[in-house]
Protein backbone atom coordinates (compact mmCIF):
# COMPACT_ATOMS: atom_id res chain seq x y z
CA UNK A 1 0.00 0.00 0.00
CA UNK A 2 1.00 3.46 -0.65
CA UNK A 3 1.83 5.78 1.88
CA UNK A 4 0.67 8.84 2.63
CA UNK A 5 1.60 12.52 3.85
CA UNK A 6 -0.10 14.04 6.59
CA UNK A 7 -1.80 16.44 4.02
CA UNK A 8 -3.37 13.30 2.06
CA UNK A 9 -6.83 14.14 2.53
CA UNK A 10 -6.21 17.66 1.89
CA UNK A 11 -5.17 17.32 -1.76
CA UNK A 12 -8.37 14.42 -1.89
CA UNK A 13 -10.05 17.90 -1.32
CA UNK A 14 -8.42 20.07 -3.53
CA UNK A 15 -9.24 17.55 -6.45
CA UNK A 16 -5.92 16.45 -6.92
CA UNK A 17 -4.38 14.07 -9.55
CA UNK A 18 -2.61 11.07 -7.18
CA UNK A 19 0.10 8.94 -8.59
CA UNK A 20 2.63 6.76 -7.08
CA UNK A 21 5.65 8.48 -6.34
CA UNK A 22 8.95 6.26 -4.91
CA UNK A 23 6.06 4.64 -2.94
CA UNK A 24 4.02 7.78 -2.29
CA UNK A 25 0.57 8.58 -2.87
CA UNK A 26 1.18 11.90 -3.78
CA UNK A 27 -0.34 15.30 -6.08
CA UNK A 28 0.99 15.16 -9.61
CA UNK A 29 -1.30 18.42 -10.42
CA UNK A 30 -4.39 19.73 -8.92
CA UNK A 31 -6.42 20.51 -12.56
CA UNK A 32 -3.61 22.55 -14.40
CA UNK A 33 0.20 21.67 -14.63
CA UNK A 34 0.85 24.86 -17.17
CA UNK A 35 -1.52 27.15 -14.56
CA UNK A 36 0.34 25.46 -11.55
CA UNK A 37 3.73 26.16 -13.23
CA UNK A 38 2.80 29.87 -13.79
CA UNK A 39 1.65 30.49 -10.58
CA UNK A 40 4.99 30.04 -9.16
CA UNK A 41 6.81 31.65 -11.50
CA UNK A 42 4.32 34.86 -11.20
CA UNK A 43 3.09 35.15 -7.59
CA UNK A 44 3.33 32.35 -4.92
CA UNK A 45 2.31 28.34 -4.73
CA UNK A 46 2.76 25.50 -2.16
CA UNK A 47 4.17 22.17 -2.28
CA UNK A 48 3.45 19.29 0.14
CA UNK A 49 7.22 17.49 0.10
CA UNK A 50 7.00 15.49 3.20
CA UNK A 51 7.71 12.61 1.65
CA UNK A 52 10.81 13.74 1.70
CA UNK A 53 12.81 12.60 4.80
CA UNK A 54 13.66 14.65 7.48
CA UNK A 55 17.20 13.44 9.08
CA UNK A 56 18.57 15.03 12.48
CA UNK A 57 22.65 14.15 13.17
CA UNK A 58 23.42 15.41 16.54
CA UNK A 59 26.71 14.80 18.86
CA UNK A 60 29.82 16.17 19.66
CA UNK A 61 31.44 14.68 16.04
CA UNK A 62 28.48 15.55 14.25
CA UNK A 63 30.65 18.41 12.28
CA UNK A 64 33.76 16.04 11.82
CA UNK A 65 31.32 12.85 10.32
CA UNK A 66 29.27 15.42 7.60
CA UNK A 67 33.21 16.81 6.55
CA UNK A 68 33.75 13.20 5.97
CA UNK A 69 30.09 11.45 4.61
CA UNK A 70 29.32 14.75 1.93
CA UNK A 71 31.61 15.91 -0.61
CA UNK A 72 30.83 19.63 -0.02
CA UNK A 73 32.34 20.65 3.43
CA UNK A 74 30.22 21.59 6.26
CA UNK A 75 33.19 23.82 7.64
CA UNK A 76 31.73 26.34 5.24
CA UNK A 77 28.37 26.53 7.27
CA UNK A 78 30.22 26.59 10.80
CA UNK A 79 27.78 29.54 11.75
CA UNK A 80 25.03 28.15 12.90
CA UNK A 81 21.77 29.17 10.99
CA UNK A 82 23.32 28.32 7.34
CA UNK A 83 22.80 25.48 4.65
CA UNK A 84 24.69 23.72 2.34
CA UNK A 85 23.87 22.18 -0.85
CA UNK A 86 26.16 18.87 -1.43
CA UNK A 87 26.04 15.43 -3.28
CA UNK A 88 26.73 12.07 -0.83
CA UNK A 89 29.09 9.75 -2.76
CA UNK A 90 30.07 6.38 -3.16
CA UNK A 91 33.84 5.47 -2.74
CA UNK A 92 33.50 5.47 -6.13
CA UNK A 93 32.74 8.78 -6.66
CA UNK A 94 29.06 8.16 -7.39
CA UNK A 95 26.45 10.13 -6.33
CA UNK A 96 24.39 8.14 -3.25
CA UNK A 97 22.00 11.19 -3.16
CA UNK A 98 21.60 14.88 -3.50
CA UNK A 99 21.21 16.83 -0.42
CA UNK A 100 20.60 19.93 1.69
CA UNK A 101 22.33 20.21 5.30
CA UNK A 102 20.55 23.02 7.42
CA UNK A 103 22.90 23.90 10.28
CA UNK A 104 20.61 24.52 13.49
CA UNK A 105 22.80 24.55 16.20
CA UNK A 106 25.97 24.14 17.84
CA UNK A 107 26.24 20.52 17.35
CA UNK A 108 23.12 19.78 15.65
CA UNK A 109 22.77 19.15 11.58
CA UNK A 110 19.61 18.66 9.82
CA UNK A 111 19.56 16.97 6.28
CA UNK A 112 16.77 16.31 3.86
CA UNK A 113 16.93 13.58 1.27
CA UNK A 114 14.84 12.58 -1.37
CA UNK A 115 11.72 9.84 -0.83
CA UNK A 116 13.19 7.01 -3.38
CA UNK A 117 16.69 6.57 -1.67
CA UNK A 118 15.28 7.33 2.09
CA UNK A 119 16.41 3.75 2.93
CA UNK A 120 19.63 3.35 1.05
CA UNK A 121 20.70 6.61 2.37
CA UNK A 122 19.63 5.78 5.81
CA UNK A 123 21.48 2.50 5.71
CA UNK A 124 24.71 4.29 4.03
CA UNK A 125 24.89 7.18 6.80
CA UNK A 126 24.77 4.54 9.50
CA UNK A 127 27.49 2.37 7.62
CA UNK A 128 29.38 5.61 7.76
CA UNK A 129 28.81 6.74 11.14
CA UNK A 130 30.17 3.86 13.22
CA UNK A 131 33.49 5.38 14.17
CA UNK A 132 31.61 8.35 15.05
CA UNK A 133 29.87 9.71 18.26
CA UNK A 134 26.81 11.29 16.63
CA UNK A 135 23.09 10.26 16.56
CA UNK A 136 20.66 9.77 13.91
CA UNK A 137 17.25 10.22 14.01
CA UNK A 138 14.70 9.93 11.00
CA UNK A 139 12.31 12.31 11.70
CA UNK A 140 9.24 10.84 10.36
CA UNK A 141 6.93 12.99 12.92
CA UNK A 142 8.15 15.85 10.58
CA UNK A 143 5.97 17.06 7.70
CA UNK A 144 7.59 19.67 5.02
CA UNK A 145 5.83 22.53 3.43
CA UNK A 146 7.18 24.74 0.30
CA UNK A 147 6.40 27.99 -0.16
CA UNK A 148 8.05 29.37 -3.51
CA UNK A 149 7.12 32.39 -6.16
CA UNK A 150 8.19 36.02 -5.62
CA UNK A 151 5.97 36.35 -3.00
CA UNK A 152 6.51 33.06 -1.33
CA UNK A 153 8.37 34.20 1.86
CA UNK A 154 5.90 36.96 2.80
CA UNK A 155 3.03 34.40 2.67
CA UNK A 156 4.89 31.95 4.33
CA UNK A 157 5.83 34.10 6.93
CA UNK A 158 2.54 34.85 8.09
CA UNK A 159 2.35 31.54 9.75
CA UNK A 160 5.08 31.95 12.37
CA UNK A 161 4.45 33.76 15.28
CA UNK A 162 6.29 37.21 15.00
CA UNK A 163 9.73 36.97 16.68
CA UNK A 164 10.32 33.99 14.27
CA UNK A 165 8.66 35.69 11.18
CA UNK A 166 11.31 38.34 11.82
CA UNK A 167 14.14 36.02 12.13
CA UNK A 168 13.28 34.36 8.85
CA UNK A 169 12.57 37.39 6.95
CA UNK A 170 15.62 38.23 7.50
CA UNK A 171 17.46 35.30 6.37
CA UNK A 172 19.44 35.38 3.60
CA UNK A 173 19.76 32.83 0.68
CA UNK A 174 20.45 29.16 1.96
CA UNK A 175 20.04 30.54 5.23
CA UNK A 176 17.64 29.12 7.77
CA UNK A 177 16.19 29.95 11.46
CA UNK A 178 14.78 27.81 14.03
CA UNK A 179 12.30 27.58 17.10
CA UNK A 180 11.72 24.54 19.02
CA UNK A 181 12.01 21.55 16.25
CA UNK A 182 10.96 23.93 13.57
CA UNK A 183 13.00 25.24 10.78
CA UNK A 184 12.64 27.52 8.24
CA UNK A 185 15.26 27.40 5.14
CA UNK A 186 15.25 30.04 2.50
CA UNK A 187 15.52 27.43 -0.04
CA UNK A 188 13.76 25.82 -2.77
CA UNK A 189 14.26 23.34 -5.81
CA UNK A 190 12.00 25.64 -8.22
CA UNK A 191 14.53 28.76 -8.87
CA UNK A 192 12.12 31.24 -7.31
CA UNK A 193 12.62 32.88 -3.78
CA UNK A 194 10.45 31.37 -0.87
CA UNK A 195 10.55 29.30 2.14
CA UNK A 196 10.95 25.63 2.87
CA UNK A 197 9.24 24.73 6.15
CA UNK A 198 9.46 21.64 8.16
CA UNK A 199 7.24 21.57 11.02
CA UNK A 200 5.66 18.96 13.31
CA UNK A 201 3.13 16.44 11.29
CA UNK A 202 -0.01 17.69 13.42
CA UNK A 203 0.57 21.55 12.39
CA UNK A 204 0.89 20.62 8.74
CA UNK A 205 -2.91 20.52 7.92
CA UNK A 206 -3.63 23.61 9.71
CA UNK A 207 -0.88 25.30 7.80
CA UNK A 208 -1.61 23.70 4.62
CA UNK A 209 -5.24 25.19 5.15
CA UNK A 210 -4.15 28.84 6.39
CA UNK A 211 -2.13 29.13 3.28
CA UNK A 212 -5.09 28.02 1.05
CA UNK A 213 -7.68 30.43 2.54
CA UNK A 214 -5.07 32.95 1.89
CA UNK A 215 -5.10 32.40 -1.62
CA UNK A 216 -1.65 30.21 -1.98
CA UNK A 217 -2.78 27.48 -4.55
CA UNK A 218 -1.89 23.96 -4.21
CA UNK A 219 0.99 22.75 -6.76
CA UNK A 220 1.44 19.06 -7.82
CA UNK A 221 4.82 17.21 -8.68
CA UNK A 222 4.31 17.51 -12.45
CA UNK A 223 4.60 21.70 -12.04
CA UNK A 224 7.40 21.22 -9.85
CA UNK A 225 9.55 19.07 -12.00
CA UNK A 226 9.33 21.88 -15.11
CA UNK A 227 10.18 24.31 -12.85
CA UNK A 228 13.35 22.42 -11.33
CA UNK A 229 14.05 21.91 -15.04
CA UNK A 230 13.97 25.12 -16.27
CA UNK A 231 15.94 26.60 -13.16
CA UNK A 232 18.46 24.16 -14.40
CA UNK A 233 18.38 21.81 -11.43
CA UNK A 234 19.17 17.97 -11.26
CA UNK A 235 16.78 15.14 -10.58
CA UNK A 236 18.08 12.65 -8.77
CA UNK A 237 18.42 8.98 -11.02
CA UNK A 238 17.82 11.04 -14.31
CA UNK A 239 20.55 13.67 -14.27
CA UNK A 240 22.68 12.35 -11.62
CA UNK A 241 23.19 8.56 -9.84
CA UNK A 242 25.37 5.83 -7.90
CA UNK A 243 26.90 5.55 -11.53
CA UNK A 244 27.85 9.34 -12.64
CA UNK A 245 29.84 11.48 -10.17
CA UNK A 246 29.14 15.05 -9.69
CA UNK A 247 32.12 15.99 -12.91
CA UNK A 248 30.17 14.98 -14.95
CA UNK A 249 26.89 15.76 -13.88
CA UNK A 250 27.36 19.58 -13.81
CA UNK A 251 28.05 19.41 -10.19
CA UNK A 252 31.90 19.93 -10.15
CA UNK A 253 30.97 23.12 -7.94
CA UNK A 254 29.25 21.08 -5.08
CA UNK A 255 32.78 19.03 -4.39
CA UNK A 256 34.89 20.83 -2.01
CA UNK A 257 38.36 19.57 -2.67
CA UNK A 258 40.05 21.88 -0.53
CA UNK A 259 41.70 21.76 1.89
CA UNK A 260 43.48 18.99 0.81
CA UNK A 261 43.83 17.27 3.74
CA UNK A 262 40.09 16.64 4.36
CA UNK A 263 39.48 13.39 3.19
CA UNK A 264 35.62 12.12 2.47
CA UNK A 265 33.96 9.39 1.23
CA UNK A 266 34.53 9.02 -3.05
CA UNK A 267 37.38 11.53 -2.71
CA UNK A 268 40.27 9.58 -4.35
CA UNK A 269 37.95 8.41 -6.95
CA UNK A 270 37.11 11.79 -8.29
CA UNK A 271 40.90 12.75 -7.88
CA UNK A 272 41.63 10.05 -10.49
CA UNK A 273 38.62 11.02 -12.42
CA UNK A 274 40.15 14.88 -12.69
CA UNK A 275 43.77 13.29 -13.58
CA UNK A 276 42.32 11.81 -16.25
CA UNK A 277 40.20 13.74 -17.88
CA UNK A 278 36.31 13.84 -17.29
CA UNK A 279 34.76 12.26 -20.73
CA UNK A 280 31.46 13.84 -20.50
CA UNK A 281 29.58 16.95 -19.14
CA UNK A 282 26.10 18.10 -18.66
CA UNK A 283 24.80 20.82 -21.10
CA UNK A 284 21.37 22.60 -21.60
CA UNK A 285 19.85 22.03 -24.69
CA UNK A 286 16.94 24.22 -26.77
CA UNK A 287 14.85 22.72 -29.05
CA UNK A 288 14.99 24.61 -32.60
CA UNK A 289 11.66 22.86 -34.00
CA UNK A 290 8.64 21.62 -32.68
CA UNK A 291 8.08 18.63 -29.98
CA UNK A 292 9.56 17.77 -26.73
CA UNK A 293 12.37 15.93 -25.60
CA UNK A 294 12.41 13.42 -23.11
CA UNK A 295 14.35 11.49 -21.06
CA UNK A 296 16.84 9.08 -22.73
CA UNK A 297 16.16 10.59 -26.30
CA UNK A 298 19.25 10.15 -28.05
CA UNK A 299 21.93 12.82 -28.75
CA UNK A 300 24.58 13.51 -31.42
CA UNK A 301 26.66 16.06 -33.00
CA UNK A 302 25.02 17.74 -35.97
CA UNK A 303 25.02 16.89 -39.42
CA UNK A 304 26.73 13.18 -38.54
CA UNK A 305 25.03 10.11 -39.66
CA UNK A 306 25.66 7.71 -36.55
CA UNK A 307 22.38 6.10 -35.83
CA UNK A 308 20.08 6.44 -32.45
CA UNK A 309 21.40 3.00 -30.93
CA UNK A 310 25.05 4.89 -31.23
CA UNK A 311 24.31 8.21 -30.31
CA UNK A 312 27.17 9.00 -27.71
CA UNK A 313 24.86 11.94 -25.71
CA UNK A 314 21.39 11.44 -23.94
CA UNK A 315 18.98 13.37 -22.75
CA UNK A 316 18.90 12.75 -19.18
CA UNK A 317 15.72 15.77 -18.21
CA UNK A 318 13.60 17.16 -20.88
CA UNK A 319 10.13 18.65 -21.37
CA UNK A 320 8.30 21.78 -22.30
CA UNK A 321 9.29 24.42 -20.59
CA UNK A 322 6.05 27.06 -19.96
CA UNK A 323 7.70 30.51 -19.10
CA UNK A 324 9.75 29.78 -22.73
CA UNK A 325 7.12 28.26 -24.68
CA UNK A 326 9.52 25.71 -26.11
CA UNK A 327 10.94 21.94 -25.40
CA UNK A 328 14.09 22.54 -23.09
CA UNK A 329 16.32 19.62 -21.81
CA UNK A 330 19.57 18.61 -19.62
CA UNK A 331 21.35 16.31 -21.45
CA UNK A 332 25.12 14.50 -20.98
CA UNK A 333 27.36 14.70 -24.04
CA UNK A 334 30.91 14.37 -24.82
CA UNK A 335 32.83 17.56 -23.10
CA UNK A 336 33.92 18.81 -26.77
CA UNK A 337 30.47 19.33 -27.94
CA UNK A 338 29.55 22.69 -28.44
CA UNK A 339 26.50 24.75 -29.90
CA UNK A 340 24.82 22.34 -32.44
CA UNK A 341 23.31 18.70 -32.17
CA UNK A 342 20.35 16.26 -33.52
CA UNK A 343 17.91 14.83 -30.51
CA UNK A 344 15.85 11.85 -32.03
CA UNK A 345 11.96 12.22 -31.74
CA UNK A 346 9.79 9.58 -32.84
CA UNK A 347 11.78 8.19 -34.96
CA UNK A 348 13.47 11.08 -36.57
CA UNK A 349 16.11 13.48 -36.14
CA UNK A 350 15.48 17.24 -34.93
CA UNK A 351 17.97 20.26 -34.35
CA UNK A 352 18.77 21.38 -30.81
CA UNK A 353 21.00 23.77 -29.66
CA UNK A 354 23.42 23.80 -26.46
CA UNK A 355 23.25 26.59 -23.86
CA UNK A 356 24.26 27.65 -21.19
CA UNK A 357 21.53 27.11 -18.03
CA UNK A 358 19.56 27.52 -16.14
CA UNK A 359 17.07 28.29 -18.55
CA UNK A 360 15.00 30.87 -16.53
CA UNK A 361 16.07 33.19 -13.59
CA UNK A 362 13.74 34.97 -11.44
CA UNK A 363 11.07 34.66 -13.89
CA UNK A 364 13.03 35.69 -17.46
CA UNK A 365 14.47 33.48 -20.05
CA UNK A 366 18.27 33.60 -20.01
CA UNK A 367 18.15 31.72 -23.71
CA UNK A 368 19.78 34.27 -26.69
CA UNK A 369 16.83 34.02 -29.16
Same mark, same amino acid.
Given at each position: ??????????????????????????? *????????????????????????????? *???????????????????????????????????????????????????????????????????????????????????????? *?????????????????????????????????????????????????????????????????????????????????????????????????????????????????????????????????????????????????????????????????????????????????????????????????????????????????????????????????
Amino acid at each position: MAKRTPLYEAHVADGAKLVDFAGWEMP *IDYGSQIAEHKAVRESVGMFDVSHMAVVD *ISGAAAREFLRWLLANDVAKIDDAGRALYTCMLNTRGGVIDDLIVYHLSSDLYRIVVNAATTEKDLAWIKSQARDYDVAIDHRQDMAI *IAVQGPRGRDMAAELLDEAFRQAALQLKPFQVAVENDRSVGRTGYTGEDGFELVLPAEEAVTAWKSLRDKGVAPIGLGARDTLRLEAGLNLYGQDMDEERTPLESGLAWTVAFKPEERDFVGRAALEHLRAEGVGQKLVGLVLEGRGVMRHETAVRAADSDVEEEHAEGEITSGSYAPTLSRSIALARVPVDWEDSVEVCLRGKWQPARIVRYPFVRNGKSRIDD
